[in-house]
């Protein structure tokens, strides 16, 4: 086997490297910086340029870390390396190994649909696809963002005409930018908690182009935020960092929107079915876009999505891994000092 899965990771033991490991290991290569699949304690990291800085400020400055190009070939020990564009957020990518004609392509979290922001997704050739499934479910099926975002200018404009704040959550890194790019500035002001400003200061100053925002400064007094956004992630939901915005409605944009109990636990007023995730279409149009004839699921809904792959004749199988999906989105946590 050209890659196997042990309790650190998908391992290629040719090359003795590790692809978005989740226990430390000597050499790493990863698809995107987000924190299930970008993980604290490798010796060496290896990954697209534009994830590098990201990484960075997520893992600190000190680690060894090396960026590469898209389509460039890194050979280690006769095992042929090259990362290729996801579309999941920006510098995530998909990993393919090639090794004496035989491929396998690593997809980290991918979406088909051009955001606008990320590199598109690619489709690549090979042998063996490993895949996640995070909604590797038939009632998961994306909208265009376009109507999404038509959804979201019309909920801001009208919370704006009745007097109100709209806040409106996403995962720090990924979501949050697209939802910046993608709204309509003109409405009004727009302002973000302390952790997704400090992400797009990083992205910011790697010539990336974001909308203008400002920092809610949990320390400003008499701040008027009626009519404007606030762009926040999930878990800043229920502290007492929410409750300056008053009068205000709350909306989040996810992926599990598409199911009622979320958003219903959440206890927000709306919900926008927005995620940086394949939905049920993409994941089969990427799989057999990609020519395999073996698949491997990952996260997600394997067990469901594999035997529907067996039975479109594919040899598929699930392995167990630390990755997390869009789940980061509701689980993720906040420093203390940014909120």
């Given at each position: ?101 035989e491929v396998w392509v690593v997809s980290g979290d991918y979406k088909l649909e051009d955001d606008g ?19 590797g479910l038939p009632v998961f099926k994306w909208k265009e963002q376009k109507e999404v975002f038509a ?123 927005l995620s940086d995730h394949a939905d049920w279409d993409g994941l089969n149009k990427a799989i057999k ?51």
């Amino acid at each position: 086997m050209l890659l196997e899965f042990n309790e650190k990771g998908i391992y290629c033991a040719k090359a003795d490297v590790y692809i978005d490991p989740w226990k430390p290991v000597k050499r790493a290569l990863i698809t995107h910086a987000h924190a299930d699949h970008s993980r604290w304690g490798n010796d060496y990291y290896l990954a697209h340029q534009l994830s590098v800085p990201i990484i960075q400020h997520r893992l600190g400055n000190d680690i060894k870390i090396e960026g590469v190009e898209y389509g460039v070939a890194r050979t280690i020990n006769g095992v042929k390396f090259s990362f290729h564009p996801a579309g999941h957020i920006i510098g995530s990518s998909q990993i393919r190994v090639e090794y004496k004609g035989e491929v396998w392509v690593v997809s980290g979290d991918y979406k088909l649909e051009d955001d606008g922001f990320s590199t598109p997704y690619e489709s690549v050739k090979c042998h063996t696809f490993i895949t996640e499934c995070t909604f590797g479910l038939p009632v998961f099926k994306w909208k265009e963002q376009k109507e999404v975002f038509a959804e979201i200018n019309a909920w801001w404009n009208k919370n704006k005409e009745e007097g109100k704040a709209t806040i409106l959550t996403g995962y720090s890194l990924g979501k949050a930018q697209r939802l910046l790019q993608g709204i309509d500035p003109s409405i009004g002001k727009i302002y973000t908690h302390g952790a997704i400003e400090n992400t797009n200061e990083v992205i910011r100053k790697i010539g990336v182009k974001l909308n203008p925002t400002e920092y809610v400064d949990p320390d400003a007094k008499k701040v008027d935020y009626k009519g404007s956004l606030i762009i926040a992630p999930p878990s800043a939901l229920g502290t007492s960092w929410q409750k300056k915005f008053r009068p205000y409605e709350v909306g989040i944009a996810s992926g599990w929107m598409a199911m009622r109990g979320p958003r219903r636990r959440r206890a927000v007023d709306r919900g926008f079915i927005l995620s940086d995730h394949a939905d049920w279409d993409g994941l089969n149009k990427a799989i057999k876009a990609s020519g395999c004839e073996r698949v491997i699921t990952t996260h997600g809904y394997t067990s469901i999505f594999t035997q529907w792959l067996n039975e479109q004749g594919y040899d598929a199988r699930v392995e167990n891994t630390d990755f997390e999906g869009e789940l980061g989105e509701v689980n993720e946590t906040i420093n203390d000092s940014e909120s």
